[in-house]
């Protein structure tokens, strides 16, 4: 099962989608200029039972038409995933007669490195296929390390933070992103304040961004952070998921009962409510949660 860094790192985009515009425009990677933007249903499961899902798929409108733009999340080298990665891309320009775009996100610069060299099918000197992936990593990505910058879009400054989650830069990042949600609405800064700390998974990031929640005086400070200063750290953490998982049902518009409520907030196992908290991402009923 993907992990909730992994999730995070491509479901930023669901959440934002213009963020996909504002990304490129800021790396100069050149693109249409884009006039509309939606996210697709990312199932491309055909009739045999074989499940075959992107991270995060959106339907952009340009100057130059229509276009499809998949986006994944990559930790490591993987040979398995440039099959998979053909796939998307054949069975999407066949179905919907659409332009595909293939962008991927690695934390770290040699998986970017190697996502951005061609990747063929066919016999040697003689490929069917090649592809070439854009990949977004600590290598291009900018460090946002300026407040006034990370203020100006907060998004791109969350993105920043979550490229590089493994990088020297990512303190100074945070230090910068923190202020800068001050500026936008209570709840929506809670929101990303929470989603950057699922986004940068088991990282010394992490504990840092966990101290500057709990000892800053931000508007936006989740209750989960307040709690941190009056609890240890297991009964911290479980709360913390909990609060995590239950705000992005609900910022996704998934409605939770009293019964699913009381079952995620009773559960003290942080290592199934890891589990709920990456479902939580795409779920589409609490039921799925707990499937």
């Avoid at 993907?2 to 490129?24: N, Y």
């Avoid at 491309?44 to 339907?59: A, F, K, M, S, Y």
């Avoid at 995933?81 to 332009?99: N, T």
Wanted: aromatic share 6%.
């Amino acid at each position: 099962m993907p992990s909730a860094p992994h999730e995070a790192l491509h479901r930023i985009f669901q959440e934002e989608p213009s963020l996909f515009s504002r990304t490129l425009k800021a790396l100069d990677i050149p693109f249409p200029e884009v006039s509309s933007l939606s996210v697709v249903n990312t199932d491309l499961t055909e009739i045999l039972p074989i499940e075959r899902r992107v991270d995060t798929l959106l339907q952009v409108k340009s100057e130059l038409g229509e276009h499809l733009v998949i986006i994944e999340s990559q930790g490591k080298r993987d040979h398995e995933k440039p099959p998979a990665w053909a796939y998307y891309i054949s069975y999407l320009h066949a179905k919907f007669r659409r332009e595909v775009v293939l962008i991927v996100i690695c934390q770290h610069a040699s998986t970017a490195r190697w996502v951005r060299g061609p990747k063929s099918i066919g016999l040697p000197g003689m490929p069917t296929m090649t592809m070439w992936p854009i990949a977004l990593g600590p290598d291009n990505v900018p460090a946002v390390v300026d407040p006034a910058v990370a203020a100006e879009d907060v998004v791109l400054a969350v993105f920043s933070a979550l490229a590089h989650a493994l990088s020297r830069s990512v303190n100074a990042i945070l230090e910068a992103l923190a202020p800068a949600l001050d500026t936008l609405d209570v709840d929506d800064a809670g929101f990303l304040a929470e989603f950057i700390e699922v986004g940068l998974g088991d990282t010394t990031a992490r504990q840092l961004w966990r101290k500057m929640m709990s000892t800053g005086t931000y508007r936006y400070q989740s209750e989960f952070a307040q709690q941190l200063r009056e609890e240890g750290r297991e009964e911290g953490q479980v709360r913390g998921e909990t609060r995590s998982i239950l705000l992005l049902l609900e910022r996704r518009g998934v409605a939770v009962d009293e019964a699913a409520r009381a079952r995620i907030e009773g559960c003290a196992e942080v290592a199934r409510l890891d589990t709920w908290l990456v479902r939580a991402m795409s779920v589409a009923t609490v039921d799925e949660l707990f499937d």
